[in-house]
């Protein structure tokens, strides 16, 4: 007993050891907060909507008065497609007609979080909406440039054109990778976790601009926050479809179905959600959003972005 003692505290300091040299290993860039430049689409829209970032779904069934960054969806400075989708079936004309949407930037601390009286607008995205109360989904797409990003970015650049593949093939490789993130969180092993989304965090901490040392807090709160809350809390791996993003360079799971009052919040609507989802223990919940790729010559995916 007491050798089985010694070796799960030698396997478990050796995976944490891991990932420390992990971090340590990594080349964070240093810029000065002038350079900390962050992109972002800023709405004002009083019904639904969908927000895509070069055919990548950024914000899903959203609602509301929000700014919502581009430079996790960007890897480089370039030209870029937005475009937006607005639910406006029953929605007033006099409600519509209040409907803003601009490109703005704005800087961040070493901290990732806003500087104050940073944000500017670069340019008001007009919607040409329909009227026509009988509507139920309008679309409009604009192109914007990004040119003041300091870094450029590997992201999902190398990744295979998954449309390429057999569909039923890819939807069962993918529905199988979930299945293990499924259990790695509700096992709560935040050791895990961490490793597999170690991509994701440390391309996380360039484009919003964090130090080695926030790199390294904000990944042993993710580790802490599964490790303390997400054991044995997810909800069954249900109700999903795939959704390829990115021209083919992405892919995830999403809800589909709509729901109301989840886990006995008011209101709560799940559709667009990760199906990786973790209950509170009174109500309500939170999802793991996972954007995976799969590298040039690999068979193995690799989260990237959320």
Known sequence: MKTLTLLIIFFSTLSCSQTNKNISNMNIPNYPIKNHVVYGINTSIQCRFDLLINDISAVNNSLGYATY????????????????????????????????????????????????NSKETIEELVFK?????????QKQEWEVDIKELPYELEGWNKGQDLRKLNQKDLEQKVITYYKKVWSILNNGDG???SNLTQKRSYETAIFDYNSKEELERFMKENEDVVSKKAKNMLIPLEDFEMKIYADGKLVTLERKAHTRDFNNSFPLDIK???????????????????????????????????
């Open 191 to 193: 050791n895990m976790w």
């Open 129 to 137: 909406l329909n009227f026509n109360k009988d509507s139920i989904i």
């Open 69 to 116: 960054d581009i430079n996790p969806y960007v890897l480089k400075n370039g030209k870029y497609k937005i475009k937006i989708k607005l639910y406006t079936k029953g929605i007033p004309q006099d409600i519509l007609e209040k409907t803003r949407i601009n490109l703005v930037k704005y800087l961040k601390n070493d901290e990732g979080e806003f500087v104050e």
């Open 272 to 306: 667009g959600w990760s199906p990786l989802i973790r209950k509170y223990s009174t109500g309500g919940g939170s999802d793991y959003p996972i954007l995976l790729y799969l590298p040039e010559g690999s068979n193995e995916f690799v989260i990237i972005r959320k």
